[in-house]
C-alpha cells in the first residue's frame, strides 16, 4: 500500500489498497470522492471557490473546476459516476479575529462552493467536517471511504 500525498492545488485519484492525504488544510477544503464498488477515490486541495476568471490556471487551485477534473480522472480510472459519494473537510476561518469581513472567510465560501458543485454533479455529500478555526490533515482509505481527520488540538475521527 502506498499512500499518495495530494499537496496545495492538488488533486490525485487512487485505487485500493493505495490511499489518499493532504496536510494542512486551512482555509483550503479537502473534498474526497470515493466508489465502494471499484474502491477509487479521489482527492482535491482547493484553496480558492471559484475558477470564474482565472482561466488557463490549475483548475485543481479551484473547488469548482478541481470536483469536475476530479470526477473525470476517477471515471477514467473505472470509477462509476453513479456510484460517487463524497466527504468534505477544511475551510477554517483562519485569517484574523473578525467574522464580519466577507473577503477573510475565504474558508466558509470553499466550503459552501464544494457543497454547491457536488450538489450540482448531484453526488451526495455523506459527511462534512468544515468550519473552525483549527488546520486538518486528512486521508482517505480507499478500501473502506473512511475519511481519517487529524484536527489540530482537538485529535482525529473518522468519518
Known amino acids: 500500500m502506498a499512500v499518495l500525498v495530494v499537496g496545495m492545488a492538488d488533486l490525485k485519484s487512487a485505487q485500493s489498497p493505495d490511499n489518499l492525504t493532504t496536510?494542512?488544510?486551512?482555509?483550503?477544503?479537502?473534498?474526497?470522492?470515493?466508489?465502494?464498488?471499484?474502491?477509487?477515490?479521489?482527492?482535491?486541495?482547493?484553496m480558492l471557490p471559484s475558477y470564474k476568471g482565472f482561466e488557463g490556471q490549475n483548475k485543481a487551485k479551484f473547488v469548482d473546476s478541481a470536483v469536475v477534473e476530479l470526477l473525470n480522472q476517477m471515471i477514467k480510472l473505472g470509477a462509476s459516476r453513479a456510484s460517487l459519494v463524497a466527504k468534505?473537510?477544511?475551510?477554517?476561518?483562519?485569517?484574523?479575529?473578525?467574522?464580519?469581513?466577507?473577503?477573510?472567510?475565504?474558508?466558509?465560501?470553499?466550503?459552501?462552493?464544494?457543497?454547491?458543485?457536488?450538489?450540482?454533479?448531484?453526488?451526495?455529500?455523506?459527511?462534512?467536517?468544515?468550519?473552525?478555526?483549527?488546520?486538518?490533515?486528512?486521508?482517505?482509505?480507499?478500501?473502506?471511504g473512511l475519511l481519517s481527520i487529524k484536527t489540530v488540538g482537538l485529535g482525529t475521527k473518522s468519518i
Open 88 to 144: 468534505i473537510a477544511g475551510g477554517a476561518h483562519m485569517f484574523g479575529k473578525s467574522q464580519n469581513n466577507d473577503l477573510l472567510k475565504i474558508g466558509e465560501r470553499n466550503a459552501a462552493a464544494g457543497l454547491a458543485i457536488l450538489k450540482q454533479l448531484s453526488i451526495p455529500v455523506l459527511a462534512n467536517d468544515t468550519g473552525g478555526s483549527h488546520g486538518r490533515t486528512i486521508e482517505l482509505d480507499t478500501s473502506t
Open 23 to 46: 496536510l494542512g488544510l486551512g482555509s483550503c477544503v479537502g473534498i474526497t470522492l470515493y466508489d465502494k464498488k471499484s474502491q477509487i477515490g479521489g482527492m482535491a486541495h482547493c
